[in-house]
Structures are given as C-alpha cells and as structure tokens.
C-alpha cells in the first residue's frame, strides 16, 4: 500500500478510532450488563461506539479529499463503491426476507460491519481487475 502523507493520516486516524471503538464498546456492554447506567448517561454511553465508527467514515472521507495521487484516490473510491455496493444489496435482502418473517431480525449495525467487509471485496477487486477495468 502507499506510503502517502494522506494515507500515513488516514491510517493513524483509524488506528486511534479502532481503539477508541474497542474501548468504548467494552465499557458500554460492561456497564450496561452490571446495569451501572440509566437516564441521559446511558443514551451518551450507548452512542459512543457508534461515534467512532461514524469516525471511520470521516477518516476515509478524508483520505479521499487529502489524497493528491489521482489513481491511489480512485482505488479508493473504488473500494468504497464495492463496500457501499454489498452492504446496501446484503441489508436489502435481507431486510425482506425478515419482513416476510423468513430470517430472524439483526441489528442495523451490522450494516457496517458488511460494508467495512466491502472495503476488503473492493481491495481484491482492485488487484484482481486491476484499475484498468474502472476505465
């Protein structure tokens, strides 16, 4: 991968909202489990881990505006159209297969998880078809 000012950014932003991420989540199902919060405190505990990952779309946007080489930002984009692509057609499905109560029902984070899953399917459509096949 590059070794871009841009991307050296975008990866160390990343890093600190993964742990960020990490750390939030752990406490929020720690103190949700031993039910140590109530009221306005568990909205604000219960939104913190979502803020990071919201984070982790900031940063890729980022690195998109921040990124001067032409050809490492259309990988990218192309990553995320991949991401955005599968995540959006996996939570289609399966939202109607939950409506007519074929699948049971599964939390809308997860979309993200699908599409951070469609960034790595974007990574190897990059290598397999080369950046050529986006022209």
């Known amino acids: 991968m590059s070794r871009t000012p841009a991307m050296r950014h975008y990866r160390t932003r990343t890093i600190w909202l993964a742990l960020l991420y990490a750390l939030t989540l752990c406490s929020a199902v720690y103190c949700f489990k031993h039910q140590l919060v109530s009221g306005p405190a568990a909205w604000i ?4 881990p979502a803020l990071a ?3 982790v779309f900031v940063a890729i946007g980022r690195y998109l505006v921040e990124e001067q080489d032409e050809y490492l930002r ?12 599968f995540a959006l057609s996996a939570a289609t499905l399966w939202g ?3 409506a007519f109560d074929l699948v049971g029902h599964i ?10 899953g469609g ?14 096949a986006a022209l």
């Open 107 to 116: 939390e809308p984070f997860y979309v993200a998880v699908l599409w951070f």
């Open 45 to 48: 505990l219960g939104t913190l």
């Open 74 to 85: 259309m990988l990218m984009v192309r990553q995320t159209l991949w991401a955005s692509g």
């Open 119 to 132: 960034l790595g399917l974007g990574r190897c459509a990059n290598r397999l078809f080369g950046a050529d």
């Open 96 to 98: 109607f297969l939950e």
């Open 53 to 55: 990952i919201i984070g």
